[in-house]
């Protein structure tokens, strides 16, 4: 059987302590074994990966994660999203913010991989390997280098190279050596997330962050033989807008288009994922031009790329809506 380009998870985390001291209930239960999530009294929904309250980060980056990194080191492509409203636990699962204070056990997906990746580097002494960050921002369908401010949007351009390749002109791309190197651009990214914005929550809620990591490998010479070309893979980790609703923001004018353009991207990328995975998808156009975010990650989407969509889910009863929401959503990217 082909493989499914898109996997599929849910993670419900669990209520807050400030949601249990105002009494909030929980409406969202996970069947066990059954890789179902239920939401109210029968709504049931089925997944590739479903993870409760009770789920460890390290779980999650076991099960959904690790096999993309080993393809990474083999070559191919690999796409991880964090997709649901705010509050859901995006930035958590994915690991991007706070990252050099978190606890071990609480760290999220990016540091996990960055580990294991330059463990994997470490084993592999017969190859050369070079690894680059980059971290670009989408807010209102404009781009922003969060590792260089200086670069206005306006020379920032996303091709496609003769290969099919997708690039984007003008983003800064970072050498690194080691994890930590990783780690702390990381980290000034996130600090250049919030500048520029007084609300800053407001701002990160309604922009895409997108954290690339690129490895180039090729053997030593020793090792070489012709057959042995040199290969390079990217792995974008994706902390996506807040996917709350307009009705809910209930704003006006300039609020109001930018949660329209957000939503334009979140929906475009529903439409991608959803007709690679339609059974006929070879005949069936597939719109990576409708949005900024999909045409960046137009090569590590579909194709030979692996990606995983992690929808993240508030069990609180007053977030019922926006969970059915999200739940329908990741349903149809199946
Ligand atoms: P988002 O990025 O979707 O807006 P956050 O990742 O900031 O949401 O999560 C909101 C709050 O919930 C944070 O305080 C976070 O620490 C907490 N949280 C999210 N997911 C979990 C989880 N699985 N376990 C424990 N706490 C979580
Ligand atoms: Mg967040």
Do not use: W
Request: glycine share 6%; with cysteine; proline share 2%.
């Amino acid at each position: 059987m082909e493989e499914i380009p898109v996997k599929v998870a849910v993670r419900v985390r669990p209520l807050l302590s400030k949601e249990i001291l105002h009494n909030h209930q929980a409406c969202v239960r996970l069947v066990p074994n059954a890789k179902q999530v239920i939401i109210g009294k029968d709504h049931a929904f089925t997944f590739d990966f479903v993870f409760g309250k009770n789920s460890t980060q390290e779980e999650v980056y076991a099960v959904c994660i690790k096999p993309l990194l080993v393809s990474l080191t083999e070559g191919y492509n690999a796409t991880v999203f964090a997709y649901g409203q705010t509050g859901s636990g995006k930035t958590y699962t994915i690991g991007g913010d706070h990252v050099a204070s978190v606890a071990v056990d609480e760290r999220g997906i990016i540091p996990r991989a960055i580990q294991e990746l330059f463990h994997h580097i470490s084993e592999h002494r017969n190859i050369n390997f070079r690894v680059k960050v980059s971290y670009i921002e989408v807010y209102k369908e404009e781009l922003r280098d969060l590792l260089d401010l200086e670069t206005s949007m306006k020379d920032l351009h996303i091709r496609e190279d003769e290969k099919g390749n997708t690039v984007i002109v003008g983003a800064k791309e970072f050498q690194v050596e080691c994890a930590d190197e990783v780690i702390s651009l990381l980290e000034s990214g996130n600090a250049a997330r919030h500048t520029g914005t007084t609300q800053m929550n407001e701002h990160s809620s309604r922009s895409h962050a997108i954290f690339t990591i690129s490895i180039h490998q090729k053997q030593s010479a020793e090792y070489q033989n012709a057959a042995q070309d040199s290969i390079t893979s990217k792995f974008h980790f994706v902390d996506l807008a807040g996917s709350e609703r307009v009705a809910k923001t209930g704003n006006t004018g300039e609020r109001f288009k930018e949660s329209v353009q957000i939503n334009s991207g979140l929906l475009a990328l529903g439409n991608v994922i959803s007709a690679l995975g339609d059974p006929k998808r070879k005949s069936v156009h597939i719109p990576y031009r409708d949005a900024k975010i999909t045409r960046i990650l137009k090569d590590s989407l579909g194709g030979n790329a692996k990606t995983v969509m992690i929808t993240c889910i508030s069990p609180s009863s007053l977030d019922f809506d926006e969970s059915l929401n999200s739940l329908k959503y990741a349903n149809r990217a199946k």
